[in-house]
């Protein structure tokens, strides 16, 4: 089974005719899940309650954070996953703070070097800036830190920003929208961010790989 974990506190929708208008981290992975060939699971930490590692080492003993949040479930299914896609948005140069509370609290599984993610295959998807690496190096840091295996894949996509949805992007000087268009009376279906088709050839090709890399590791009982 492969799990996808979209770090985005904004949850996937389309328009009327199909565009995406928000929501790019978690149709990405969804659509790598969809193209895997194997069985998945997805979740969004969208509306979940995932606190950030306080460091009171509560969990040096037994490996299992105390923290009382909704960490822990989704930590279940990630030891009984074989491969991992998580996703994250670019905020300010930097992954979002959902993203990094949620990374960050799987200090609580490398102590004693118990490493309980060690191998764990995995893809990193990030979205934001194309440029900008920081994000996908920020979840690379945290996977090696637990000895997961080195990404299948890792995939960046230009983000949609939320000044297309805000309510005020036709109008407003600070917002994507009138720096792109200038000032406008309203914001039309032509000028809507559309997500590059390059991108979701390159996240086929990455599910493919990990589909594969997954069906290795389970090979079939040989024809008798």
Not at 71 to 89: N, Q, S
Not at 92 to 112: K, M, P
Not at 200 to 216: D, N, P, T
Request: proline share 3%.
């Amino acid at each position: 089974m492969i799990l996808g974990i979209s770090a985005s506190g904004r949850n996937s929708k389309r328009n009327e005719s199909g565009t995406l208008t928000h929501g790019l981290t978690e149709d990405i992975i969804r659509y790598i899940l969809n193209k895997s060939g194997e069985s998945s699971e997805f979740i969004s930490l969208a509306g979940k309650n995932i606190k950030g590692c306080v460091g009171c080492c509560g969990c040096a003993e037994n490996n299992i954070c105390v923290l009382d949040d909704d960490w822990a479930a989704i930590r279940d299914k990630m030891f009984a996953a074989d491969a991992i896609v998580f996703g994250a948005p670019n905020y300010y140069g930097v992954i979002n703070a959902l993203g990094h509370a949620f990374l960050e609290r799987t200090f609580s599984l490398r102590h004693r070097e118990r490493f309980k993610l060690a191998g764990k295959l995995s893809v990193i998807v990030t979205t934001g800036s194309e440029e900008d690496p920081s994000v996908e190096d920020f979840i690379r840091k945290i996977f090696r830190s637990n000895y997961m295996a080195e990404p299948v894949g890792a995939l960046k996509v230009a983000g949609i920003s939320q000044c297309y949805q805000c309510g005020y992007g036709e109008s407003c000087a600070a917002g994507s929208v009138v720096n792109r268009h200038g000032f406008i009376d309203e914001i039309r279906e032509s000028i809507l961010p559309r997500v590059n088709p390059e991108a979701y050839k390159k996240a086929e090709i990455i599910a493919h790989r990990l589909g594969e890399v997954v069906r290795s590791k389970h090979p079939q009982d040989p024809i008798k």
